[in-house]
């Protein structure tokens, strides 16, 4: 439960930081801290998956996973949910200054929202952190997701206010829900399987990393569904093989 709590937290203190310093953050600094970002999710992937046990079964769970993302349209999905939850926040924004009639356009507001809750409720880091704190109780994936929500709350916060912080209460709910689960199926997991499980996980930070920086539009929303694919096809690969 420690992770899912510093990482909600680490969001409404860098929510409530941003709100005040507003157009300090300039768009440029805010480039710099993404491929900042980017760099860090791509040194997390590669020593993720260098703990694979069977690449194959790591493979399979990817092919198959992505596949079933788009078959079910997963990305479109939660970017609805998360256009949804923006829409409960219509007035929320900057406070007007000399130059501003009004606080951010609702459209931009409902962008920068919606985009903020897939990268803190739905991202790889913070589904893959939930479920191997579930199964072996480290929270070293979590605890570096704080760190990095924690800049990334300011930064959309800096432009669409202290509200950012409301994403900690569906964020800890959910990564709260994938960790329980993720205790119930411990006893059926093996050090292979959970080998296999960081592997892909490191994979899909790869490909953050690569879509965070602009250098491909990785469909990491749709390779989800390999995390819970990937121990299957271990356990399956390991009694075939």
Known sequence: ??????NSVCIVIGSVVGSFSGSSITPAFRTKFMHV???????????????????????AALLFGTLLGEAIHLEAGIMRAASWLAGLFPGSGPQPSDSQSSGLPAKVFRDQFA???VLFCFSGLGIMGSM????????????????????????????????????AVPQFLLQMCILLAAQAVVPLTTPAMVADFTACGGIIMLGTGLRMC???????????????????????WTQVL
Do not use: H, Q, W, Y
């Open 1 to 6: 439960m420690l992770g899912p709590l510093v």
């Open 37 to 59: 970002f980017s760099c860090i999710a791509l040194g997390i992937g590669v020593v993720m998956t260098a703990k694979a046990n069977a690449l194959p079964s790591v493979i």
């Open 115 to 117: 985009v903020a809750t």
């Open 132 to 167: 191997r704190e579930g199964m072996t109780g480290d929270s070293a994936l979590l605890f570096a997701k704080a760190l990095l929500d924690l800049p990334t709350a300011m930064l959309f916060a800096s432009g669409a206010g202290a509200v950012m912080g409301a994403l």
């Open 214 to 236: 602009g250098l491909l539009e990785v469909p990491i929303l749709s390779m989800l569904p390999s995390l819970f694919l990937v121990m299957p096809i271990t356990a399956l």
